[in-house]
């Protein structure tokens, strides 16, 4: 059989990060590592995933915003497997409306811009073992699309300040890939910002089928055909399942 894909999801145990671990957990050519926060839930998800016969899946401790955490993942995935093939940056955190503008800013980049750009620093060596076109996802979301904001009209959802720690924190998201594009990629290691739509999942209590959300399970399979290479054309583009979302 030939060598198993190593695909890392980070914050795997909820929402669209397990929908893709479940997507993936029906191909046999797929080695999943669930890097989550919490070994609690990492565990729970993790078990879950293993009820589908052939899934391969681990769980990996994993706080993108500790930086001896990321650390500590790194020396795992490299011991274990001595590479990494594919890297989905999917961990990411909402304003907490309760908590001051400064400390709402803070916590969204720290996870959402700062966790990724570190992660995949930490990663890129083993990213560079993979004897296959290595990818690195992050995932964004149309609320840090500028023209988005540029053309929002009166009666958009988003109102005034809200959520701006979120957005700013996937605008700037979007840039740190572009940079990664530019400086990593190549025939070897394509990089893409991937949005999956509003689906339901535990970001915020908005995130249900009653406001609209889809199943993520639906994105999942767009970012299946972007970790499968279907897509490797696109390499520094901002996708999303139906084609390219505006910067
Ligand atoms: N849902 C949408 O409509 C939507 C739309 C556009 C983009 N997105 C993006 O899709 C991605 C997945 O979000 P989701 O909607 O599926 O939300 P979610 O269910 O809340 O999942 C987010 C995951 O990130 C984890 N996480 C948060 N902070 C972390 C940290 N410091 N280190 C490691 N893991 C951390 C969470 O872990 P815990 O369980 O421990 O909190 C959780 O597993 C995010 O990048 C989000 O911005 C979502």
Request: contains cysteine; charged residues 20%.
């Amino acid at each position: 059989m030939a060598a198993q894909t190593t695909v890392l999801i980070t914050g795997g145990n909820s929402g669209f990060g397990y929908a893709v671990a479940e997507e993936l957990a029906s191909d046999d050519t797929k080695h999943i590592l669930l890097g989550c926060r919490s070994a609690e839930k990492g565990k729970r998800a993790v078990a879950e995933l293993q009820k589908q016969a052939q899934a391969k899946v681990d769980y990996v401790q994993l706080d993108v915003t500790d930086e001896k955490s990321i650390a500590a993942a790194v020396s795992e995935v490299g011991e274990i497997y001595d590479r990494l093939d594919i890297l989905v940056n999917n961990a990411a955190t909402l304003d907490q409306v309760q908590e001051s503008l400064g400390l709402q800013l803070a916590s969204c980049f720290q996870t959402n811009s700062t966790g990724v750009a570190l992660a995949v620093d930490a990663f890129l060596p083993l990213l560079k073992k993979s004897s296959n076109v290595a990818r690195i996802i992050n995932i964004s979301s149309g609320a840090g699309s500028l023209r988005r904001r540029v053309n929002q009209g009166p009666n958009a959802k988003v109102v005034g300040m809200q959520g701006v720690a979120y957005a700013a924190s996937k605008a700037a998201l979007n840039m740190i890939t572009l940079a990664q594009a530019k400086a990593y990629g190549g025939d070897a290691l394509k990089v893409f910002v991937y949005t999956p739509g509003f689906v339901i999942s535990n970001l915020s209590t908005l995130n249900t089928a009653e406001n609209g959300a889809k199943s993520p399970k639906d994105g999942a399979l767009g970012l299946a055909k972007v970790i499968n290479g279907e897509r490797d054309g696109e390499h520094g583009g901002f996708l999303s399942e139906s084609g390219q979302y505006e910067w």
